[in-house]
């Protein structure tokens, strides 16, 4: 049985493209012309392929290689698209998180890492691929604000290295009942 087998084809698409989502949000904060829009993909490619061919891999890793290498890409889910940037980056974040979510719930502590790691690699150099804010490649900044505030939203909903790795804790989140009112006479009767 493979990792792969722990989750349906909807979460493991979820998973597979959390990496790109955690990317997006960050391009969608602050998008750059097309040779920053290239060189940001780039980074996005670049960082994934690193994290799944790095040595001492953990099995989710070598579970994403495997799809990555061999399998053609599965159909995205029906999803709303986004009207605007403040859309897909929120969307986009909303997927990292819930992919993150099923990443701790269903693999060990040392893929829940290795995942947040590679999210965590794939955010920053995106944002450091392209300078934003130049003028004819002049001047501008490698990473700017909105860029250092999508990745501070990214590492408090997926945990940062300054942060303890969260393990997925599901809570009841149904009301709780209210009760009567005691009686008049204090007894908790009704009667």
């Known amino acids: 049985m493979s990792l792969k087998d722990n989750f349906t084809p909807d979460e493991w698409f979820k998973i597979m493209a959390g990496p790109g989502r955690a990317g ?34 953990t099995p989710l890793m070598e579970a994403m290689a495997a799809d990555l290498l061999g399998q053609p890409a599965a159909k995205a889910p029906e999803a709303d698209p986004a009207r605007n940037l403040d859309e ?16 701790d719930a269903k693999t060990s502590a040392q ?31 490698r990473v700017n604000d909105r860029e ?25 989140e149904t009301p709780p009942e209210t009760l009567p009112e005691p009686a008049p006479d204090g007894s908790g009767n009704s009667n």
């Open 24 to 57: 997006a949000a960050v391009v969608a904060a602050s998008p750059s012309g097309l040779t920053g829009l290239l060189a940001e993909a780039q980074a996005i490619a670049a960082a994934v392929r690193e994290s799944v061919s790095r040595e001492g891999r």
């Open 88 to 103: 897909v980056r929120a969307q986009s974040l909303e997927a990292v998180r819930q992919a993150m979510w099923l990443v």
């Open 111 to 141: 893929d829940a890492a290795a995942y947040r790691d590679m999210l965590l690699s794939v955010a920053q150099r995106t944002a450091e691929a392209a300078k934003e804010g130049g003028f004819l490649g002049f001047g501008g900044e």
């Open 148 to 172: 250092r505030a999508v990745l501070d939203e990214l590492r408090s909903v997926i945990g940062g290295p300054e942060q303890e790795p969260r393990r997925a804790v599901v809570t009841h």
